[in-house]
Each structure stands twice: as C-alpha cells, then as structure tokens.
C-alpha cells in the first residue's frame, strides 16, 4: 500500500512510500479526504454542507475556494485521485 | 572498572598510546588523544563510566582528537577529530578540543546507530516515563533540562532521543549536559555543587562548557523508559510558567523533521514515531524561572497512573 494514514483526533499524518514524503492533514483535509473515501465522487454542495456542520472553514475564505485548494492539495499528494 | 579508578597519569598514558575503552549507554567508544584538555574532561566529567583495556574490548565509535601534524599547529594550535581514521570536520582550535570530542561523538552516533529511529531532543525519565524535549537552539532546553537532572529526574540524554525501532522503548545515553552562554552562570547559581567543566569561549555555540551527568543516570544507563510527554520548551523573560496541550499530528511532524534518521529508515520511522506519539502527552511549555519550571514537570510525574499519557 502506497499511504500509511495515522490519524491524532481531528488531524492525521500520512507516510508516501513512493515518494518517502509525510505530509500533516489539518482537520479540513482529512475531513475532505474521508469524504472522498467514502462517496467517490460527491457534489461540492454536499461537500460544503457536510464540512460547514462540522465547523471546519476558516473564516478568511469563502468555503468553495477552501474546499477547492484543500482538493488541489490532496491530489497533488496522490491522496484523491486526479479529475 | 570506572574511569575514576585510573590515577591520572594511567589515564593519560593509555589516551595517548593505545586509547580508552569507555560505556556510554548502548555504544562502547574507543578514545584516542594527546591533548590534555581532553584528557581532563574526561576525567573530569566521565569519572563514573565504565572502562576497559582498548585492546582487549569491542568499540562501536573508534575517535581521536589530536593536533593536525602541520607547520600551522604551532603557529596557531588546532585539533582534528577524526572517526575510523576518518577527519569528518575541519579541525577547530585547541582550546575548543573538549567540545569537539563530545561534539563527535555526538556525530557519530546519529549518523549510525539507524537501528534506533533518533531524535534530536533532550530526554529525561522520572517514575518510570521519558519527557522529551525537542526544540531549537535558544528554547532553554539544555538549561531546563539540567535544572531538572539536578532535581531528581533522570537523565537520558541531553541532545539525542533514541527511540528502538523494535520496542518503542527510549534508551538512555546520559553524556555530559552542554551548557551555553548565559546558562552556564544560571546552572551554576541554581546548583553551586553541580560539576561544570572549563568553559571553551568563541565556539560555534558561543561559550560551551559541559555538566557532569548525575552519578545515578550513569549507574542506571542501561535502563530504558516508556515514552511519556513530548514537551516543547521556551524560556522567554518574565513570561508565567505555562503548559498548553499542543496537536500530535503536528508534533510528530516536528520530531520527524527534527530527526536524524527518519527520512533514511522509511516507513519503519513513520510506524516507530506514530507509535511514539499515540503514548505520550504533547504540551508547549513557557517558562521564565527554573524552580517554577521544574516545579511543572515534577507534577506531571507524579499524577495519578489514570492521568497518564497512554491511559
């Protein structure tokens, strides 16, 4: 297996064996990633309600736009596979 | 055999000739020198370890520190450290010839030792738990954690964490304590009976002399202890002794970009280190006053065994 994930409460490490990178996933990232491990493919409204019940955006950024880096993120570490 | 048992000139005999044999936790080093200054630091600060006869003993670490046998040595007296022959650094001046043995030393344990996943961190025991400090130069690391070794807890070790792949367990290298700077005075103060060597001024570090590791860490060095709390220290001056919980997640990724070796052993590092991390208690800590400061730890050692990390 590519990924060892460690979760620690709301956040999580991760070990890529390939690359030999580990990356932190705050609670948004992991949160995402659990989201996409469970439905494949979810609509970004869903996403959105989902993550805005369980408090997760900053209040900087509109959510979409945390939603959208936080995914960027995820698929460049191979976490979430590419559109 | 311990080394306070050699009268002087014994000691200083073997040390230039055929070298020393000497235990410091897991790893047996083999010493080589003809600078006096290395031989009284020895003396000075490894009375308690154990020696052998060089020739007659395994050494995981073969070093010497000597003067380089040029013309400039006399103009400008230097020494080398050298490793299996090997001079991995450029030689310093003479007077910095003590540090530059513990500093080797230093190196060539976290340089090889890869079957502990290694740290760099300060790590102390008390009750039975290891509290590993990791933080950057200037935290007051090395001055909290003498001020603690000289309180009752146990000293592993002041600079390097190792953690046994196999067991999880933290293994003890008490080595002598380098102080820096303004902690030198401020040890002294705190513990007027607390054996501090002859400072080397103008290092790379400033001035740097080294404490002499309490009698019982060395009797116990071969006595490892369960990880307990991961305590990341900063003096700043006049702030209020205190302790906030900090994120594991992040802490971890703290230690594995602080550690020596974690990149080299691969996804054993991330296994050995997570496993860490899920048995100990992360905490920032701010301090400004030592007693306070050890004050803080003694009660986390002593709370009640359902408070503990890991129940």
Same mark, same amino acid.
């Given at each position: 297996?590519?990924?060892?994930?460690?979760?620690?409460?709301?956040?999580?490490?991760?070990?890529?064996?390939?690359?030999?990178?580990?990356?932190?996933?705050?609670?948004?990232?992991?949160?995402?990633?659990?989201?996409?491990?469970? =439905?494949?493919?979810?609509?970004?409204?869903?996403?959105?309600?989902?993550?805005?019940?369980?408090?997760?955006?900053?209040?900087?950024?509109?959510?979409?736009?945390?939603?959208?880096?936080?995914?960027?993120?995820?698929?460049?570490?191979?976490?979430?596979?590419?559109? | 055999?311990?080394?306070?048992?050699?009268?002087?000139?014994?000691? &200083?005999? !073997?040390?230039?000739?055929?070298?020393?044999?000497?235990?410091?936790?897991?790893?047996?080093?083999?010493?080589?020198?003809?600078?006096?200054?290395?031989?009284?630091?020895?003396?000075?600060?490894?009375?308690?370890?154990?020696?052998?006869?060089?020739?007659?003993?395994?050494?995981?670490?073969?070093?010497?520190?000597?003067?380089?046998?040029?013309? !400039?040595?006399?103009?400008?007296?230097?020494?080398?450290?050298?490793?299996?022959?090997?001079?991995?650094?450029?030689?310093?001046?003479?007077?910095?010839?003590?540090?530059?043995?513990?500093?080797?030393?230093?190196?060539?344990?976290?340089?090889?030792? =890869?079957?502990?996943?290694?740290?760099?961190?300060?790590?102390?025991?008390?009750?039975?738990?290891?509290?590993?400090?990791?933080?950057?130069?200037?935290?007051?690391?090395?001055?909290?954690?003498?001020?603690?070794?000289?309180?009752?807890?146990?000293?592993?070790?002041?600079?390097?964490?190792?953690?046994?792949?196999?067991?999880?367990?933290?293994?003890?290298?008490? &080595?002598?304590?380098?102080?820096?700077?303004?902690?030198?005075?401020?040890?002294?103060?705190?513990?007027?009976?607390?054996?501090?060597? !002859?400072?080397?001024?103008?290092?790379?570090?400033?001035?740097?002399? =080294?404490?002499?590791?309490?009698?019982?860490?060395?009797?116990?060095? =071969?006595?490892?202890?369960?990880?307990?709390?991961?305590?990341?220290?900063?003096?700043?001056?006049?702030?209020?002794?205190?302790?906030?919980?900090?994120?594991?997640?992040?802490?971890?990724?703290?230690?594995?970009?602080?550690?020596?070796?974690?990149?080299?052993?691969?996804?054993?590092?991330?296994?050995?280190?997570?496993?860490?991390?899920?048995?100990?208690?992360?905490?920032?800590?701010?301090?400004?006053?030592?007693?306070?400061?050890?004050?803080?730890?003694?009660?986390?050692?002593?709370?009640?065994?359902?408070?503990?990390?890991?129940?």
């Amino acid at each position: 297996m590519r990924f060892q994930l460690k979760q620690f409460g709301s956040e999580a490490v991760v070990y890529d064996s390939e690359s030999g990178d580990t990356h932190y996933l705050p609670p948004l990232a992991l949160a995402l990633l659990q989201i996409y491990r469970e =439905h494949p493919r979810p609509s970004q409204d869903d996403i959105v309600r989902s993550l805005t019940e369980r408090s997760l955006f900053d209040s900087g950024l509109p959510p979409k736009t945390q939603v959208d880096e936080t995914l960027n993120g995820l698929r460049r570490i191979g976490l979430v596979s590419p559109k | 055999m311990k080394l306070l048992q050699l009268s002087p000139a014994d000691l &200083r005999e !073997r040390l230039r000739n055929t070298g020393i044999w000497l235990r410091t936790g897991p790893f047996s080093l083999h010493v080589q020198s003809r600078v006096e200054s290395v031989a009284k630091g020895l003396t000075d600060l490894y009375g308690q370890f154990e020696v052998r006869d060089a020739r007659e003993a395994f050494a995981d670490f073969h070093v010497a520190v000597n003067p380089p046998s040029s013309l !400039r040595s006399w103009l400008r007296p230097q020494v080398k450290f050298s490793f299996d022959g090997v001079e991995p650094f450029k030689p310093l001046p003479l007077d910095q010839a003590y540090p530059m043995l513990e500093w080797g030393l230093n190196w060539c344990i976290s340089s090889h030792a =890869h079957h502990y996943l290694i740290i760099h961190a300060a790590v102390v025991e008390k009750n039975g738990l290891a509290a590993i400090l990791p933080a950057p130069p200037g935290s007051g690391k090395s001055t909290l954690t003498a001020g603690l070794v000289l309180s009752g807890w146990r000293l592993l070790s002041d600079e390097l964490t190792l953690i046994d792949r196999k067991t999880g367990l933290i293994h003890a290298l008490p &080595r002598p304590v380098s102080l820096k700077n303004e902690s030198i005075p401020l040890i002294r103060a705190f513990s007027p009976d607390a054996f501090i060597n !002859r400072a080397s001024h103008d290092t790379a570090k400033g001035t740097v002399a =080294h404490m002499r590791p309490p009698k019982a860490s060395v009797r116990r060095q =071969h006595e490892p202890a369960r990880p307990g709390w991961v305590i990341f220290p900063k003096w700043t001056a006049g702030a209020t002794t205190e302790l906030q919980p900090r994120s594991k997640a992040q802490t971890f990724m703290f230690l594995a970009r602080n550690a020596f070796n974690y990149s080299l052993i691969g996804a054993e590092g991330f296994r050995v280190g997570t496993a860490l991390i899920e048995q100990a208690a992360c905490y920032d800590f701010r301090y400004s006053q030592l007693d306070e400061a050890i004050a803080v730890f003694d009660r986390l050692a002593e709370a009640p065994a359902l408070d503990r990390p890991g129940n």
